[in-house]
């Protein structure tokens, strides 16, 4: 793809633009957490984790991957696709917010919330809001969940941010993306096209049928796949 001049990296000499994609990082611990705060869904999901989860989901590992892009060519953008804590918990939110601020600045990575960003209903002060300036537009005059979806244009891409990012009962982890968002969306990918953009839509659940389970599936998957295929998109 070709890149803008506003894009040139130190010491690129191509006009290539790269991108790349980490999803589902569970980068958060749990260690420590409060009984009261587990007196809902979220009982499970520790459970999951005390038995499971915390050694799948290795910092470890993840801090390696970071290091492996950032040495071998960093990327000109860095996408999260979301799922970034296990039980959306406050500190959570803090926790992956220093990760972030730790591996670049807002303007280089793009992030959208997964299910277990929302895992039961939270206030935005509290939990996404930590992650604001990785998620919100260009110039965007919206706030809390109308934030989405977003868009940022970086060099001859535009990265369109989708929130499938929803509470479920327990033992779902589907998602849905609101009306609000579709719409916005519509005209987005309408105007993306007409600059001439490459436009990548980002959301955490698959607009694919028969990717994902049906009990994480996205519940409303049938209108994205119709709406892509009316605006196109040249990736999601």
């Given amino acids: 793809m070709k890149q803008g001049p506003e894009r040139e990296s130190p010491g690129r000499t191509d006009d290539r633009f790269s991108f790349a994609q980490i999803s589902d990082p569970h980068l958060t611990s749990l260690k420590g957490v409060r009984g009261r705060d ?3 869904k ?3 999901g520790y459970l999951s984790w005390l038995k499971r989860r915390r050694a799948e989901h290795r910092r470890l590992i993840l801090d390696r991957l970071i290091q492996d892009l950032q040495q071998t060519g960093p990327p000109d953008h860095l996408v999260i696709t979301g799922d970034l804590t296990h ?3 406050p500190d959570e939110f803090l926790q992956a917010r220093r ?3 730790g591996i670049g600045s807002p303007a280089g990575i793009t992030v959208v919330p997964g299910n277990h960003d929302t895992y039961v209903t939270s206030k935005w002060e509290e939990t996404l809001a930590q992650w604001q300036t990785y998620m919100v537009s260009d110039h965007a005059d919206g706030n809390g969940p109308s934030i989405f979806p977003s868009l940022r244009i970086r060099g001859p891409v535009a990265f ?6 929803v509470p479920t009962l327990p033992f779902l982890a589907s998602g849905a993306i609101s009306e609000q968002q579709l719409e ?5 990918l309408e105007e993306t096209r007409s600059q001439g953009l490459f436009r990548v839509v980002v959301v955490h659940q698959s607009p694919a049928s028969g990717v994902d389970r049906r009990r994480k599936r996205l519940t409303n998957q049938a209108r994205l796949q119709a709406l892509l295929e009316r605006q196109g998109a040249e990736l999601v």
């Fill in 160 to 165: 369109i941010g989708l929130s499938s990012a």
């Fill in 38 to 40: 587990l007196m809902n």
């Fill in 99 to 101: 990760w972030l601020d």
């Fill in 184 to 188: 916005r969306l519509e005209q987005q």
């Fill in 87 to 89: 039980l959306g918990l």
């Fill in 42 to 44: 979220r009982i499970l």
